[in-house]
């Protein structure tokens, strides 16, 4: 399986996709222009975490992206790759035929937390945009957001259709 996204949006802008009335302001999570990293597996196993830091904090929140991979099941031991793109601007988790595995991207800024960002700009934010390039299949993408103490978090699961806009609710 292959999946790839451009740009992950915490969006107010969304509501153009869902047809509400427009909303002018839209805060960026990641563009994936920057730091061309990859984790990859061949078999079952993990590999990461990979910390890619000093992005700019303008294309990157917190200027920090850390990726890891982890494949549970691998019937013909093919390789799993999960990276970013940074000519295309994409992210791509790619799953070798027969193989099962999860790709997790954080932005902590190195554990110290993304200096104090508000992304829900004052409440009046509630949802993340993402884009799905293309897809072999359909594909579960999980969002957890924890607050800075990491005393409370928020956890969503959208399908991403094969291609096309998948927006989650926070």
Known sequence: M??????????????VLLS????????RID????????????GVGTDGPSTVAGLDP??????SRTMFLEVIASVFSQNS?????????ILILNNGSGNRGTGVVTW???TSGLGGEDLTDNGASDRIAIHVLSSDLNTE?????TDTDGDSASNLTTLATMNGNSVAEV
């Not at 999960?82 to 601007?89: K, L, M, P, T, Y």
């Open 20 to 27: 509400l009335p427009a909303v002018s302001r839209a805060f």
């Open 141 to 145: 993408i999980m969002v957890g957001i």
């Open 81 to 89: 790759e999960f990276s970013v793109d940074a000519a295309q601007q």
């Open 31 to 42: 563009d994936f222009s920057a730091g061309g990293d990859t984790v990859s597996v061949s």
């Open 58 to 63: 303008n294309t990157v929140i917190g200027g």
């Open 2 to 15: 292959t999946f790839r996204i451009r740009g992950i949006v915490l969006a107010l802008a969304v509501a």
């Open 108 to 110: 902590d800024a190195n």
